[in-house]
């Protein structure tokens, strides 16, 4: 049996290739399906992650969560968009330019996800996990742990499966 441990805040967290995954109770096939989606994004997350002074793990984390790398996701009321979901008011606020429709296009949707998340960055004063959290539910609600632990774990998951 092959096994992989991430390291993660505050311990670890084992997982057995033959079991079911713990982050949404999907098979170890499905999430290897959904990292290579969004690994197909990656110098794209890196460009911008870069940019704008995030973790490229985390970023690929949120887009792994929020839309599991399907770019044309569209979902809820109000509607968010694409990789990291995003909605149109947010989006404007974060760089938008043009249509909504462009947040369907990858490089747009990373390139304003990345630049909110890192606003959220630096309004908890580089508290990311808070930053994760109010990414996930408004900095009004920013107390979302099941969100963020979900993204801890799949950022490590990015972060070992990177080049170095």
Known sequence: MEYLILLLIGGYFLWRRDQQAQLGKISYD??????AQV???WNTIVAEAVRTGVNPC?????????????HTLVTGKPPTYGLMQLQERTARAHGLKGSVTNLLNPETNIKVGTSYYAAQVNRYRGDWMKAMSA??????TAKNKAYVKDVVELSDIY???SPS
């Open 30 to 35: 499905e999430l290897q399906s959904d990292i």
């Open 135 to 140: 990414y996930n539910a408004g900095h009004a």
């Open 58 to 70: 985390i970023i690929a984390g949120i887009i792994h969560q929020e839309s599991q790398g399907n």
């Open 159 to 161: 972060c070992r499966l």
């Open 39 to 41: 690994r197909a994004f």
